[in-house]
């Protein structure tokens, strides 16, 4: 079971970056997908996650309409879109996927299976 995730870099305050998370090993497509980011210093962070249909997504309260959360089942692949970014935004980002009923996955806790992170800076 593996998840790679791709896709950082270093961009200015006000661009865009789209982070990838490949999942290889399980079916993606029974999991929920989540995203959570990590600045040093810090705790890791809920981002944004999205059911197994696709039908239900959730975001962090500072990401909200600027991120959005997609998958494409049929390439087991997960994205991240992020606009308009912050220099706060900066941070090493993990997918994540779990699974399973009454978990928290706004919690690294509901989580099974976490990519390596992917290093996303932000410049003023």
């Known amino acids: 079971v593996q998840l790679q995730a791709s896709g950082g870099g270093l961009v200015q305050a006000g661009g865009s970056l789209r982070l990838s998370c490949a999942a290889s090993?399980?079916?993606?497509?029974?999991?929920?997908m989540g995203w959570f980011r990590q600045a040093p210093g810090k705790e890791r962070e809920f981002v944004t996650y999205?059911?197994?249909?696709?039908?239900?997504?959730s975001y962090a309260y500072f990401v909200k309409g600027r991120f959005t959360i997609s998958r494409d089942d049929a390439k087991n692949t997960v994205y991240l879109q992020m606009n308009s970014l912050k220099p706060e935004d900066t941070a090493v980002y993990y997918c994540?996927?779990?699974?399973?009923?009454?978990?928290?996955?706004?919690?690294?806790?509901?989580?099974?299976?976490w990519g390596q992170g992917t290093l996303v800076t932000v410049s003023s």
């Open positions: 090993g399980f079916t993606s497509s029974r999991y929920v």
């Open positions: 994540a996927a779990g699974g399973g009923v009454g978990r928290s996955y706004t919690s690294p806790s509901g989580y099974d299976y």
């Open positions: 999205i059911t197994w249909s696709g039908s239900t997504t």
